[in-house]
């Protein structure tokens, strides 16, 4: 029997790329990879077997008989199968479906930005999707699959917090200022009226010192 082959790529591996023995679902189209060559030393693809199938994959005799963990049982990828035949809609109203090189390019941006048990900051489900423009759907299913719950960075966390916080001080300091300066406004007007009052009393003085001086 012959060594079962996989598809070699290049994937960032922490702060550096390595090279990568990449499996595909034959159902879906859903990626996963096996770093191999971290150093010097070169793991054979009995590893890479091994490997996938601890991650919940059917590992066959080639691509064609690969099957991602969602896939994996004969009924679900039968199922799929039916049902994409009885609901697809028409071809007007047929959304835009995830191809296979859109799951590897939101596999390989996952593989960059995320990191054990959840994003690393300031990387989300919708800042993935914005930067390669693609729907956050899709980017969530992924994760969802192969990587993890979307989870929480703690200093992100903060950042938004404080962000909240410090948004709402301002608020709230901009609302002071805004009653604040009605308030000037009222006190210019009350004195201007104060003025004019004075101005016609000081008249109303001058003319009675003169009657009274006669």
Not at 49 to 78: E, Y
Request: aromatic share 10%.
């Amino acid at each position: 029997m012959s060594e079962r082959v996989f598809p070699e790529v290049s994937i960032p591996y922490g702060d550096k790329s390595t090279k990568a023995m990449r499996i595909d679902c034959a159902s879906c189209g859903a990626v996963a990879y096996f770093p191999f060559q971290t150093g010097v030393n070169r793991k054979p693809p009995v590893a890479a077997i091994q490997f996938f199938q601890n991650k919940g994959w059917v590992v066959g005799n080639g691509p064609r008989k690969d099957f991602c963990p969602i896939h994996a049982s004969p009924a679900k990828r039968k199922g799929t199968k039916i049902m994409a035949s009885e609901c697809a809609p028409s071809t007007a109203d047929k959304p835009r479906e995830m191809t296979r090189e859109d799951r590897r390019i939101i596999n390989d941006k996952l593989d960059e930005v995320y990191g054990k048990d959840a994003y690393k900051a300031p990387w989300t489900d919708a800042a993935v999707a914005k930067d390669l423009g693609v729907p956050r759907d899709w980017v969530a299913q992924v994760r969802e699959q192969f990587f993890g719950p979307a989870g929480s960075n703690p200093l992100f966390d903060e950042f938004l917090k404080e962000s909240a916080r410090l948004d709402a001080s301002f608020r709230s300091f901009e609302a002071i200022c805004a009653d604040a300066a009605s308030a000037i406004a009222s006190q210019k007007q009350a004195h201007a009226d104060l003025c004019k009052q004075m101005d016609a009393y000081r008249v109303l003085a001058r003319k009675v010192e003169r009657e009274v001086g006669r």
